[in-house]
């Protein structure tokens, strides 16, 4: 067996490591940090992508509030017209209902003192009779 000199064992070793660190870093190192970088400006994207979409939902969120506000005032404004137009429809009805009532009661009170009339007339056109029976039940007691 042959012995290599020393230095040219270490300027072997030298070139050896010096061609590993080149393939290395061609073969393993270049791709890995340029999925590294590529990753992070995808996170980044995204970053930015997200805080865009929150603003946009905020944006949103304030709009669809807006509407909520605008839509609830006008519920109330229908919901209180609906409520006078229900009061005025019953009192107009109450109206007319007391009305009829009070013709039908003057219509009954008029027919009441028709027939007090009609009572006292056929009374008072009795009372010849009424008196001969008295004094004839008088004079049998």
């Known amino acids: 067996m042959t012995i290599i000199p020393t230095p040219w064992v270490m300027a072997l070793v ?3 490591f010096l061609i590993l660190v080149y393939l290395l870093n061609r073969i393993l190192y270049k791709p890995l940090l340029s999925f ?3 990753r992070d400006a995808s996170i ?3 970053s ?3 805080e865009g979409n929150t603003t946009d939902i905020k944006a949103l969120q ?3 509030n807006e509407i909520l506000q605008v839509a609830k005032q006008e519920a109330t404004l ?3 017209k609906a409520q006078d137009s229900a009061k005025q429809t019953a009192e107009v009805k109450i109206s007319q209902k007391k009305d009829e009532l009070a013709q039908k009661y003057n219509a009954f009170t008029m ?4 027939e007090k009339v009609r ?3 056929s009374l008072e056109s009795q009372i010849p009779v009424f008196r001969e029976s008295l004094k004839a039940k008088l004079q049998k007691i």
């Open 78 to 80: 229908i919901k209180n």
């Open 48 to 50: 930015e992508g997200i």
């Open 62 to 64: 304030k709009e669809a």
């Open 44 to 46: 980044k994207r995204d």
């Open 36 to 38: 590294m970088d590529t």
């Open 14 to 16: 030298f070139v050896v």
């Open 111 to 114: 027919s009441l003192e028709e």
């Open 119 to 121: 009572l006292k007339a």
